[in-house]
């Protein structure tokens, strides 16, 4: 039996993860595009094509296989191996054949052309009106106009544009896994905390290294080291072990692959008649073309960078008078950041992580969607999860009905990439009345438990799973007809505005009165720490700023130039990255190989938007702040304007029904202390 062909019997239709086993993935895929495909010849079948029969009747077709898909897809992200790695390689051209099969039907596209062609007389609502819009636009920008020799290119591009971006994540997850600082000298772990010092011993007994200390290119290792370790020489060692990642002319070399699908992408665009692939991407995001995109860069590159210049210099400065340091190297920059940080404002994260207690924090972002949209989060151990780490909840509101399921996945493991992120298993809809809600999931690399502490949080990991919980609420929140406008489903620029604006709550005294309690005597957090914090926040925000331009201008870069131009990675990325860059670059070191956000994720020609939506989310805080963080009105009003309403209307739209007005860019400029 498959338990992936059969109906689901667990709670809430869940997926079955305990009766799943890998070789059930490959068949189920098979039997869920078939089906799909029945669904889309019943639709063609149809005598007189309508908004009803064509358009809502494609968006419901095919929920097998995207239920199917995401399962495999989160599992393949969160808890792969050989195998299910192997096995992405030869589904992922299977999903995009269908894709295509659909997207370059002409019968099919012939009726959604027919019901466009009558949109002003159809009377619809504005949700049906931007669906409508959504899906001519998606088969006219997918090659429904194109002629056969065009449409069989364009399938053998999307064929090998899908195999190549697997092959990049694979090639840094096995880089991530394969590396090892082992310390055996006690002396080397000068200035690390003891928490660091005892996971790391944790880590060597569980590679067969007991008695030693070992240190991985994983975010809750690396990050303590190069922020605390007082050896340079060890610092430097890790440091261009994770700026070398897949750039060593080796099997796991990524510079190939980046060339492949910049060449690719371009040649696409151009089949679909743009310019770039940057062109193609903008027409459909709040940014409405590169010029834009670049122009927004620019100037806050203009705010940003000459105060990012003066922290580097008072940073050199300090470095020097503690150390003697006659120059400040890129792996002395958090190192030394956190000790000046430490001394202006008396904060540091050592500090801090006494307070924040995984189980705290999460009781703290539950309290806090509690006290703002009313909901409730309540463990279901009947729930199957796909790791014994990962934790599931039934979602009620107030008057104690479902919303959702929600999953947490905590810890780095070697299955799982780096960073955090949120995805969904299914999405929300409406079909004949019935509505679906939603199974959403967020995933982290957080801090373990040891053997003597339980999971100590650093603030900025604090902030990560209020961040990733924004996006879960989005999801969870989500209220719409149709699954293709619903919950997440905006423009790529407006996306994070849910989860950048709930980072806020982590700096507000009435928020982190909720949880932020000492792990062993309970005291709450002290008002004097909470104000540090606050004073603290916009500490090197120039530098941080400056960082991210910088890869929002090489992802623009990259999506917007001729390929043929770009003959070397490294000369191209150093190029670019040259007015943003300013400590001394490290020979052999290269950021473009392991940047998956761009070549693996969905942020390609959309790495500016994390800023982007920085202006909306700062903006929209600032009515937070003069109602109340807690404020019920406000708190409606951006819920039904931004985390239910989905892709319903034009983002801008909706931004303007909850703030009354367009966005300004000074709350965030205030924020980060550039004006």
């Given at each position: 039996m498959n338990p992936l062909l059969e109906k689901f019997n667990t709670p809430f239709d869940t997926p079955p993860f305990h009766l799943i086993k890998t070789e059930h993935f490959l068949p189920a895929i098979h039997d869920a595009i078939n089906s799909a495909k029945n669904d889309i010849a019943a639709v063609k079948s149809e005598a007189l094509p309508d908004f009803e029969n064509t358009v809502a009747a494609l968006d419901r077709a095919g929920e097998r296989l995207s239920v199917v898909s995401s399962i495999f897809f989160s599992l393949n992200s969160a808890e792969t191996n050989d195998e299910i790695q192997a096995l992405a390689r030869e589904i992922a051209p299977l999903l995009t054949a269908h894709s295509n099969d659909v997207l370059l039907d002409e019968v099919l596209f012939d009726r959604i052309r027919q019901v466009f062609s009558q949109k002003d007389q159809l009377k619809l609502n504005e949700e049906q009106e931007t669906l409508l819009d959504k899906t001519y636009k998606a088969f006219v920008r997918n090659g429904a106009q194109l002629d056969e020799k065009q449409k069989s290119r364009?399938?053998?591009?999307?064929?090998?544009?899908?195999?190549?971006?697997?092959?990049?994540?694979?090639?840094?997850?096995?880089?991530?896994?394969?590396?090892?600082l082992v310390v055996e000298d006690e002396a080397d772990l000068s200035g690390l905390p003891d928490a660091v010092i005892e996971a790391a011993a944790q880590t060597a007994e569980e590679k067969g290294k007991s008695g030693k200390w070992v240190f991985t290119l994983a975010y809750p290792s690396y990050i303590p080291f190069m922020t605390y370790a007082d050896n340079r020489s060890l610092r430097r060692e890790i440091f261009i072990a994770y700026n070398t990642k897949c750039c060593k002319s080796d099997e796991l070399d990524n510079q190939q692959f980046i060339k492949d699908m910049l060449r690719l992408k371009t040649e696409r665009a151009a089949?679909?008649?743009?310019?770039?692939?940057?062109?193609?991407?903008?027409?459909?995001?709040?940014?409405?073309?590169?010029?834009?995109?670049?122009?927004?860069?620019?100037?806050?590159?203009?705010?940003?960078?000459?105060?990012?210049?003066?922290?580097?210099?008072?940073?050199?400065?300090?470095?020097?008078?503690?150390?003697?340091?006659?120059?400040?190297?890129?792996?002395?920059?958090?190192?030394?950041?956190?000790?000046?940080?430490?001394?202006?404002?008396?904060?540091?994260?050592?500090?801090?992580?006494?307070?924040?207690?995984?189980?705290?924090?999460?009781?703290?972002?539950?309290?806090?969607?509690?006290?703002?949209?009313?909901?409730?989060?309540?463990?279901?151990?009947?729930?199957?999860?796909?790791?014994?780490?990962?934790?599931?909840y039934e979602v009620r509101d107030e008057n104690g009905n479902h919303v959702s399921v929600f999953y947490a996945d905590f810890f780095p493991r070697t299955g799982k990439r780096n960073g955090a992120w949120m995805t969904s298993f299914r999405g929300q809809k409406v079909v004949d009345g019935k509505e679906n809600r939603p199974h959403v999931s967020i995933v982290f690399n957080f801090t373990k438990p040891t053997k003597t502490k339980p999971s100590l949080l650093t603030f900025n990991e604090v902030t990560t799973l209020f961040h990733e919980f924004g996006h879960a609420l989005h999801g969870m929140l989500a209220k719409g007809t149709y699954e293709s406008l619903s919950g997440t489903s905006v423009y790529w620029d407006f996306v994070e505005l849910p989860s950048q604006i709930f980072e806020n709550w982590c700096y507000e005294k009435d928020c982190l009165d909720l949880f932020a309690k000492h792990y062993e005597s309970g005291e709450p957090i002290a008002e004097d720490l909470i104000r540090k914090i606050k004073n603290a926040s916009?500490?090197?925000?120039?530098?941080?700023?400056?960082?991210?331009?910088?890869?929002?201008?090489?992802?623009?870069?990259?999506?917007?130039?001729?390929?043929?131009?770009?003959?070397?990675?490294?000369?191209?990325?150093?190029?670019?990255?040259?007015?943003?860059?300013?400590?001394?670059?490290?020979?052999?070191?290269?950021?473009?190989?392991?940047?998956?956000?761009?070549?693996?994720?969905?942020?390609?020609?959309?790495?500016?938007?994390?800023?982007?939506?920085?202006?909306?989310?700062?903006?929209?805080?600032?009515?937070?702040?003069?109602?109340?963080?807690?404020?019920?009105?406000?708190?409606?009003?951006?819920?039904?304007?931004?985390?239910?309403?989905?892709?319903?209307?034009?983002?801008?739209?909706?931004?303007?029904?909850f703030r009354g007005r367009e966005p300004k860019p000074e709350a965030l400029l205030k924020r980060a202390g550039l004006i």
């Open positions: 364009l399938r053998e591009i999307d064929k090998e544009l899908s195999q190549l971006g697997l092959k990049f994540g694979e090639n840094v997850l096995a880089e991530i896994n394969k590396y090892e089949l679909l008649g743009y310019k770039s692939f940057s062109d193609f991407v903008l027409e459909e995001r709040m940014a409405k073309s590169g010029p834009e995109v670049m122009d927004f860069l620019s100037n806050l590159l203009q705010k940003a960078k000459p105060k990012a210049q003066k922290e580097v210099e008072e940073l050199a400065k300090f470095a020097k008078e503690l150390d003697n340091l006659d120059h400040l190297e890129k792996w002395d920059f958090g190192y030394y950041s956190e000790k000046l940080k430490k001394q202006k404002y008396e904060v540091d994260d050592e500090l801090l992580r006494p307070y924040f207690k995984l189980e705290n924090a999460i009781d703290g972002v539950f309290t806090t969607a509690e006290k703002l949209y009313g909901l409730k989060f309540e463990i279901n151990n009947e729930i199957p999860g796909y790791h014994p780490d990962v934790s599931a916009n500490f090197h925000q120039g530098y941080q700023t400056l960082r991210q331009i910088s890869f929002g201008l090489l992802d623009m870069a990259y999506h917007s130039t001729d390929p043929s131009e770009i003959k070397d990675i490294p000369e191209f990325e150093k190029k670019v990255m040259g007015a943003t860059n300013l400590l001394p670059d490290v020979e052999g070191t290269l950021m473009s190989t392991s940047f998956s956000h761009i070549f693996q994720g969905g942020y390609a020609a959309g790495y500016y938007s994390y800023k982007w939506a920085e202006v909306l989310d700062a903006d929209a805080f600032e009515l937070f702040l003069e109602k109340g963080i807690f404020d019920k009105e406000t708190a409606t009003s951006f819920r039904e304007n931004i985390l239910s309403a989905g892709g319903r209307v034009h983002p801008s739209i909706l931004y303007r029904r």
